[in-house]
């Protein structure tokens, strides 16, 4: 059983009794502890988590945008070096090859929407999974209807976050309302 005196307390609790002005604290007696970081850290986590979560969002909207409007340089700046592209079809392109099928001679996407997109953080990796439906034109064909799932992992490197690796699966029946 625990002493139920002011002080007992205090010094079991590990508190630091904060006196009142005039009046002999019970505790004034007892060496300073340092309140624990860890409710601050976490806060400091959970702000940094929230604005690297809209950043990645950003960067995927950018990324659809840029793809609509053949911007290499975005699309650049956005993927890694290190870039893997996995297509619906299975055929994988690194970056080099990803930038050059974004606006192949003759064709255009003319449509790039995120239908729901899902992003987790893992320090310094995010990973970003969702749906997708753009169009695709090439001469005087009709143009080519995708919709599919995506998933893509983006790393932060020297404060900026790229994207690493894109994988999409075709989706052929009809998307379930949601």
């Known amino acids: 059983m625990f002493p139920q005196t002011p002080g007992a307390a205090i ?17 004034s007696n007892l060496p300073s502890v340092k309140p624990s970081a860890d409710w601050y850290d976490k806060e400091v986590q959970d702000m940094a988590t929230e ?4 950043e990645i969002a950003r960067m995927e909207k950018a990324r659809a945008h840029a793809i ?10 956005i993927t890694d070096d290190d870039y893997v592209h996995v297509e619906a079809s299975g055929r994988t392109r690194d970056k080099e090859a990803f930038l050059a099928g974004v606006a192949p001679d003759g064709g255009r996407f003319d449509r790039y929407e995120l239908i729901e997109t899902m992003i987790r953080l893992f320090g310094d990796a995010a990973v970003v999974t969702g749906t997708f439906e753009n169009s ?3 001469g005087t064909a009709p143009a080519l209807v995708k919709r599919g799932r995506h998933t893509r992992v983006y790393i932060r490197r020297g404060g900026t976050w790229r994207n690493v690796s894109h994988h ?7 998307l379930p309302e949601t």
Request: positive net charge; proline residues 7%.
């Open 11 to 27: 010094r079991r609790l590990g508190l630091r009794h904060h006196a009142v002005p005039g009046r002999q604290s019970p505790a």
């Open 51 to 54: 604005d690297d979560r809209a």
């Open 68 to 77: 609509v409007a053949a911007d290499h340089a975005i699309l650049a700046r």
């Open 136 to 138: 695709f034109i090439s």
């Open 168 to 174: 999409a699966t075709a989706i052929t029946s009809p």
